[in-house]
């Protein structure tokens, strides 16, 4: 793999040769490959096809979770977070034990405890690991979805970008069955917090519990934002908001 130097950036195939753009410039490689109607007819392509089905599978489920979550995800996310949580659910996939091999998926492997750990923890902004975050205790209610912080206090116990003047936390409960794509999302009201050394106690509750059928998730959001003339506003474009999957039932 070569990369690419030049006045113009180009992107596509030219004869025998891809010029594409990657995370970290522009890069060379040859066309090459077998043919696309060879993969999907030639029975020495069979295991290939299988995991082109599951791959395709797990794709989607990633994809089903980030829009019903796209309220809360927007500001909150890396240019990775895509193809991260494809990468995990593609071992949560591996856990399917009954569907036969292509046809493996992320709802049922996601079925036990040991399975959704896999995907619990999840940090959908890798700049800003919620655990490094907020070095509070909280605790979950997975009935209603609150999230509570006791004895919060703003500037010792959260890891302060330069420059932020103010806190927000928020929290989400949210339903997804993914075998239908049926979806039901609430989100807590805001709490926005001076970044001072007052002590309170942090209640963040959904408007009313999650409802639908498949798996419930429930996630935790911090944002930083900078105080000038009395507008809030926020600090690089999310690079320093966290937003993590913090239980799945």
Same mark, same amino acid.
């Given at each position: 793999?070569?990369?690419?130097?030049?006045?113009?950036?180009?992107?596509?195939?030219?004869? =025998?040769?891809?010029?594409?753009?990657? =995370?970290?410039?522009?890069?060379?490689?040859?066309?090459?490959?077998?043919?696309?109607?060879? %993969?999907?007819?030639?029975?020495?392509?069979?295991?290939?096809?299988?995991?082109?089905?599951?791959?395709?599978?797990?794709?989607?489920?990633?994809?089903?979770?980030?829009?019903? %979550?796209?309220?809360?995800?927007?500001?909150?996310?890396?240019?990775?977070?895509?193809?991260?949580?494809?990468?995990?659910?593609?071992?949560?996939?591996? =856990?399917?034990?009954?569907?036969?091999?292509?046809?493996?998926?992320?709802?049922?492997?996601?079925?036990?405890?040991?399975?959704?750990?896999?995907?619990?923890?999840?940090?959908?902004?890798?700049?800003?690991?919620?655990?490094?975050?907020?070095?509070?205790?909280?605790?979950?209610?997975?009935?209603?979805?609150?999230?509570?912080?006791?004895?919060?206090?703003?500037?010792? *116990?959260?890891?302060?970008?330069?420059?932020?003047?103010?806190?927000?936390?928020?929290?989400?409960?949210?339903?997804?069955?993914?075998?239908?794509?049926?979806?039901?999302?609430?989100?807590?009201?805001?709490?926005?917090?001076?970044?001072?050394? %007052?002590?309170?106690? %942090?209640?963040?509750?959904?408007?009313?519990?999650?409802?639908?059928?498949?798996?419930?998730?429930?996630?935790?959001?911090?944002?930083?934002? *900078?105080?000038?003339?009395?507008?809030?506003?926020?600090?690089?474009?999310?690079?320093?908001?966290?937003?993590?999957?913090?239980?799945?039932?």
């Amino acid at each position: 793999m070569a990369k690419y130097k030049s006045l113009f950036n180009v992107e596509g195939t030219l004869g =025998e040769v891809t010029f594409y753009k990657g =995370e970290n410039g522009y890069f060379i490689r040859s066309k090459g490959g077998v043919s696309k109607n060879r %993969i999907l007819k030639d029975p020495a392509f069979a295991r290939t096809r299988e995991n082109l089905s599951e791959f395709g599978s797990t794709a989607t489920s990633g994809k089903q979770l980030r829009k019903a %979550i796209h309220g809360i995800l927007a500001d909150a996310k890396d240019s990775r977070t895509s193809s991260r949580l494809t990468q995990v659910l593609s071992k949560v996939i591996n =856990e399917d034990l009954t569907s036969v091999r292509g046809q493996r998926n992320v709802a049922i492997g996601l079925a036990t405890a040991q399975e959704k750990s896999l995907l619990k923890g999840f940090n959908f902004n890798k700049r800003a690991n919620l655990n490094s975050v907020l070095k509070a205790s909280y605790t979950l209610d997975t009935a209603t979805g609150e999230v509570s912080i006791s004895n919060f206090i703003p500037n010792q *116990q959260l890891a302060i970008p330069e420059s932020a003047t103010h806190v927000s936390m928020s929290c989400a409960f949210l339903n997804l069955d993914l075998s239908s794509d049926m979806a039901d999302l609430q989100v807590s009201p805001v709490t926005n917090l001076l970044l001072n050394s %007052i002590s309170s106690t %942090i209640n963040l509750t959904p408007q009313e519990p999650a409802t639908g059928t498949g798996q419930s998730f429930y996630f935790l959001k911090v944002t930083f934002f *900078q105080d000038i003339n009395e507008i809030q506003y926020p600090l690089n474009n999310g690079a320093y908001n966290a937003l993590q999957l913090i239980e799945i039932l």
